[in-house]
């Protein structure tokens, strides 16, 4: 295995991800049970069915993959059941022990490493596809996941991440517990980038606005095909003028982004710190 990557230093805010992740991992579990027994993927908090998002593609026999941040690894689990041959890689300890239980109880073989996104021991175009639900879209600078994800794609492979909305970002409330989203906006669209919230210490989000996602995606080769923004099932509102299904009736509080490799990323552009 080539293991020439572009990023080769562990990030620094990795430690504080992996030990609330390893927290979380009983938590997460639950939900991995469901995902892993369904054949139908949903995504998102929102589980918005493929049927009606379309992430993954129809047939993906031969297609070699890999998941980015799998955490349980479900997602991965889904890809093999189209024929995909796949690589799940996550830094969580504790997710992945819950990923290897669930691939020998479902009897579904694929590769699952220990490892960050921002440095993949794999060689220049291994793969043909790359998906991120949540997990380093979330969790991983883009600044360095992104131009990763491009070294590791064949020209002319697809890279399919989902993440919150810039909107959502400045519309969520500084603590969970003053409540959900409503309709101002609490902080400035502007400059996001690395955030931290009060009531998650050790903890690091990534987010973007559209136009340094666009410019980033650009200068590392990729074509932008689709950009999908979820909204809340119908049934999910519940009349509550503040809920979350509410606000996601009304905005989006999720999006994916369909981007292709056109080109070879161009490497003398700095990463951002």
């Known amino acids: 295995m080539n293991s020439a990557v572009m990023n080769d230093q562990s990030p620094d805010y990795l430690p504080g991800n992996v030990k609330a992740w390893n ?7 639950v939900y991995a049970e469901e995902a892993w027994a369904s054949d139908q993927p949903y995504w998102g ?5 493929e049927n009606e ?13 890999i998941e980015l941040g799998c955490g349980t690894a479900y ?18 300890p504790n997710q992945l022990a819950t990923a290897r239980r669930l691939q020998q109880e479902y009897g ?3 590769v699952l490493e220990e490892g960050y996104a921002e440095s993949v021991p794999y060689a220049d175009g291994s793969f043909d596809f790359a998906i991120s639900e949540y997990g380093a879209a979330l969790w991983a600078d883009p600044y360095h996941w992104i131009p990763e994800a491009a070294r590791l794609l064949k020209t ?16 969520e409330t500084e603590i969970e517990a003053e409540g959900p989203m409503g309709p101002e906006l609490l902080r400035p669209y502007f400059g996001m980038h690395k955030m931290n919230w009060p009531d998650c210490p050790g ?19 990729f074509v932008i095909e689709r950009l999908l923004e979820l909204r809340s099932p119908d049934e999910a509102v519940t009349g509550d003028a503040r809920s979350r299904e509410d606000w996601g009736a ?14 070879q990323a161009d490497v003398s552009v700095a990463a951002r710190s």
């Open 23 to 29: 927290k979380r991992a009983n938590e997460y579990a």
């Open 75 to 92: 997602v991965s689990a889904w890809m093999c059941r189209r024929g995909a041959k796949v690589v799940a890689i996550d830094p969580t």
């Open 108 to 110: 579904i073989e694929f």
């Open 156 to 171: 002319g492979g697809e890279l399919v991440f989902l993440t919150n909305t810039p909107l959502a970002v400045i519309c």
């Open 203 to 221: 903890e690091t989000e990534f987010h973007l606005t559209h136009g340094d996602w666009i410019s980033l995606l650009r200068v590392n080769g």
């Open 53 to 65: 998002a379309g992430l993954l593609p129809e047939d993906m026999t031969g297609l070699s993959c």
């Open 250 to 263: 009304s905005w989006p509080c999720e999006e994916v982004w369909f981007v292709r490799k056109q080109q």
């Open 45 to 49: 908090t929102l589980e918005i069915p």
